[in-house]
């Protein structure tokens, strides 16, 4: 099983980018898919995941950030809106089989993860 997250950037604060996650050897329709970020000297926190029926996304982050994805593609997208320097971090897809988590160690699989830095 292999995830591979592209998208991320050097972007100014107000910005939008959309990060994409293609998977193979699972079918992402089948499992849960987070997304997760880890800035400078800190800890991997959830930004949320979709699953087979619905999507979740941290409180903090919910109106800015929304999780889709294209079945065709076996991709999973997430789209960041109003960017802040705050974003600045390494994002980080995610599989799982669990139907629903935002603790990093019930992923089963992760990709390498995109840079995504926000400028003031």
Do not use: H
Not at 26 to 43: I, L
């Amino acid at each position: 099983v292999q995830l591979q997250a592209s998208g991320g950037g050097l972007v100014q604060a107000g910005a939008s980018l959309r990060l994409s996650c293609v998977a193979s050897g699972r079918t992402v329709s089948n499992y849960v898919v987070g997304w997760f970020r880890q800035a400078p000297g800190k800890e991997r926190e959830f930004v949320g995941c979709i699953n087979p029926a619905s999507t979740s996304y941290a409180d903090s982050l919910k109106g800015r950030f929304t999780i889709s994805r294209d079945s065709a593609k076996n991709t999973v997208y997430l789209q960041m809106n109003s960017l802040m320097p705050e974003d600045t971090a390494v994002y980080y897809c995610a599989l799982g089989s669990v139907r629903w988590s935002k603790v990093v160690a019930s992923y089963d699989y992760w990709g390498q993860g995109t840079l995504v830095t926000v400028s003031s």
